[in-house]
């Protein structure tokens, strides 16, 4: 089993829906991002969360310690938002989810 | 800054060959690691490092060796390619700070380099 779990592998939505993107993880963490893997391949970094929550225009990521378990919000989607989502979290190294590719049509 | 450069961007190797892969950060980040992105999988850490002439083994090293002679630049070297080995391969550079609400780390990956070994 993997150490850190993302849901749903793949997710359509339609232009403007609220989108959520799960990640749990088994190990004890410093820290947890989100990256976004673009069509052409590059990756950048979103957030950094080791508690609580952040906001960067309509993307949201919250994390739970506790629980084991963030999620990334985007609200208002766009076609432009169509990528892979990425979860790591910072342990002894970085552990990534495999990713949940997102794909929003107009 | 440049950021994070890799090269090359697509390389095709036979079977046993040897090759380098490239990378360098312009943003004086202590911490440069090597990752692999396979199909269905998660990225997966190769090597290392945590400052120039410091480097340690990821989850998947078999097959590949670094060094870091200098803060900017972290080699990759495939000793004799297999078709494993083929995927597509990010060089990350990343800081972290201690700040009033905790550490903080940030990560920036270079472009990738598409492998294939035939």
């Known amino acids: 089993k993997n150490e850190v779990e993302q849901s749903p592998q793949n997710l359509t939505a339609q232009e403007g829906e609220f989108i959520t993107i799960n990640c749990s993880y088994s190990?004890?963490?410093?820290?947890l991002h989100w990256l976004q893997q673009h069509p052409g391949g590059g990756i950048v970094s979103l957030f950094m969360?080791?508690?609580g929550k952040k906001k960067h225009g309509r993307l949201i990521a919250t994390i739970n310690i506790q629980e084991k378990h963030s999620s990334l919000h985007i609200t208002a989607s766009h076609p432009r938002d169509s990528a892979v989502y990425i979860c790591?979290?910072?342990?002894?190294?970085?552990?990534f989810g495999a990713g949940t590719r997102l794909t929003v049509k107009p | 800054n440049a950021g994070v450069t890799q090269t090359p961007k697509f390389q095709v190797l036979k079977t046993g060959q040897s090759m380098t892969l490239q990378c360098a950060q312009d943003?004086?980040?202590?911490?440069m690691s090597w990752y692999r992105q396979d199909p269905g999988m998660g990225l997966r850490l190769i090597h290392y490092s945590v400052g120039a002439g410091i480097t340690d083994q990821g989850e998947v090293p078999n097959g590949y060796n670094v060094s870091r002679s200098t803060t900017e630049d972290f080699p990759l070297r495939l000793l004799s390619a297999a078709p494993s080995q083929t995927s597509v391969y990010f060089c990350a550079s990343s800081y972290s700070r201690m700040g009033a609400g905790g550490p903080s780390y940030e990560q920036y990956f270079g472009p990738g380099t598409r492998l294939t070994v035939t």
């Open positions: 190990v004890g963490i410093s820290a």
């Open positions: 943003m004086n980040h202590e911490y």
């Open positions: 790591a979290v910072r342990s002894n190294d970085m552990r």
């Open positions: 969360l080791s508690s």
